[in-house]
């Protein structure tokens, strides 16, 4: 895999989806302008009444908030407002009827022209195993596996670092009741391009990977995997136009396991390779050996035991890329909570029938006011997907949520993008199949992290070659295995 596979940028929705504009409880360091936020959206037809609360060992239970929501009225609860002074830890939303809540931190690069955005949907529950398919520690790339203990008893975590061609355990931590603790892979896997993570605890907690670049200024983070599962779906990959798609395949098993992976684009199904993953070890695979030049491709992984497998797309000189979890089942129903074609930003939607019956989709959005509005429909042909673009059928301007639903299970994708001088920012991402009464949302900050404020001198040029290939650490895109010097080491 490229060293940049780990240069991920993620689209999110600003933290003032549901109310426009920036809204208050933004605070600011240096030339870096923050928020962060809880987005929760209704989804049923009847008031719902909810509750926020930020457990802490003094008081753990009481709610800290409090929200009316009109039937699939969406609103913003900034947490520099509601949890002042330092924090940074699990938020629990709950709710008498079925929403959808999303944790949003947004801010500004010093040129003003951009909002950057780490994001997460929350968990309907904490657990004791957690995946986490991607991770990066290679020149400025820094990567976090961040732990939430929602318990009122201490919890023991150890990790395990996972890559396509060794292990490492990683430090086993103690996360007492109510906090958050933070392990910092390069102190155990240093200038490594590419790994994935399994964790396993003492009691249910929360895990996700933060992983950031740029000094600071750009990050993402990936919400860990619950469950392996023998089916996972990824879709809108590319390899053309300086678009490179890559799978990663976690193996957690204690046994071998044999994966397929088949694509399909506007030219139908192509079959793609079979592979062999060791026990507790990954693999990735190159899309572009099996599709070349292809824009817009899904992609379907098969495995004779339980795995986890995720997708990244790197552009602009690998300058640029995002990463995105498969799922591991079609829906008839898929809701995005942060959709927006305002400030620049181009939102399109993805969907793809993946039986063997004709679908037949509906698009609706809810503006700010809550009114669901019809936006449109498409027929499906089995096996088929198209592609609609917000501005196809919003407001110009539109910030809000959008609901596809099928008569048949279907998978559905929103891609995000936009442009910031010479950076192109763009971002895939899956929504949420069915709203939940209660979620956990993992570190949600009230005021700006550190990272954002600590100033890294920029990585000079490594020219050792520690895979022995032939090809100088700096120029090698898989600098961590051997490879052909003629494909730059891979």
Not at 144 to 169: E, Y
Not at 407 to 432: E, I, K, L, M, S
Request: hydrophobic residues 35%; proline residues 9%.
């Amino acid at each position: 895999m490229r060293r940049s596979i780990g240069i991920l940028l993620v689209v999110m929705a600003a933290a003032g989806v549901c109310t426009g504009g920036n809204p208050e409880g933004w605070a600011t360091v240096g030339s870096t302008s923050f928020s962060s936020a809880i987005v929760v959206q209704n989804m049923s037809n009847e008031t719902a009444h909810v509750q926020i609360t930020y457990p802490t060992p003094c008081d753990p239970t009481t709610p800290d908030y409090q929200v009316t929501l009109e039937p699939w009225a969406c609103s913003t609860v900034n947490v520099n407002d509601v949890q002042p002074g330092p924090w940074l830890g699990a938020a629990v939303v709950t709710s008498d009827m079925p929403i959808i809540a999303q944790r949003s931190m947004v801010w500004s690069d010093p040129r003003s022209c951009v909002q950057k955005a780490a994001g997460t949907h929350g968990v309907h529950e904490p657990a004791t195993m957690w995946y986490l398919p991607e991770g990066n520690t290679w020149g400025g790339f820094d990567t976090s596996i961040v732990i939430q203990n929602v318990n009122d008893a201490p919890v023991n975590v150890a990790p395990t670092f996972i890559t396509d061609v060794s292990k490492h355990p990683g430090p086993t931590v103690t996360v007492e009741p109510f906090t958050t603790s933070a392990i910092h892979v390069k102190e155990t896997l240093p200038d490594w391009s590419s790994f994935s993570t399994a964790l396993i605890s003492s009691g249910p907690v929360i895990a996700q990977a933060t992983m950031m670049w740029s000094n600071g200024r750009s990050t993402q983070d990936i919400l860990g995997v619950q469950a392996p599962s023998t089916m996972w779906y990824l879709a809108e990959g590319s390899t053309s136009g300086g678009f490179e798609t890559w799978y990663a395949i976690q193996n957690p098993n204690t046994e071998s396991v044999t994966v397929s992976v088949d694509f399909y684009s506007s030219d139908g199904q192509v079959p793609g390779p079979t592979v062999v993953v060791d026990p507790m070890a990954r693999k990735t695979v190159y899309a572009a050996d099996s599709l070349p030049d292809t824009f817009g491709f899904s992609a379907v992984v098969t495995a004779s035991a339980p795995v986890v497998a995720c997708q990244t797309t790197t552009w602009d000189g690998h300058h640029g890329a995002s990463v995105m979890p498969g799922v591991p089942a079609p829906s008839p129903q898929w809701a995005f909570v942060d959709s927006s074609n305002a400030h620049g930003r181009s939102t399109w939607f993805s969907v793809w029938n993946v039986g063997d019956e004709t679908a037949d989709v509906s698009i609706t959005y809810q503006p700010v006011d809550g009114s669901r509005q019809d936006g449109t429909a498409l027929a499906l042909d089995p096996y088929g997907s198209k592609s609609v673009s917000l501005s196809g059928f919003t407001p110009s301007g539109f910030t809000g949520s959008v609901v596809i639903t099928s008569d048949v299970p279907v998978v559905a994708v929103q891609g995000t993008a936009w442009q910031c001088g010479d950076d192109t920012h763009r971002d895939v991402q899956f929504g949420v199949w069915e709203g939940s009464t209660t979620w956990y949302l993992p570190a949600v900050p009230s005021e700006p992290p550190l990272w954002m404020s600590t100033e890294q001198p920029a990585p000079g040029p490594d020219l050792s070659d520690r895979d022995g290939d032939g090809v100088p650490d700096d120029e090698d895109y898989c600098p961590d295995w051997p490879g052909d010097p003629s494909t730059n080491g891979c």
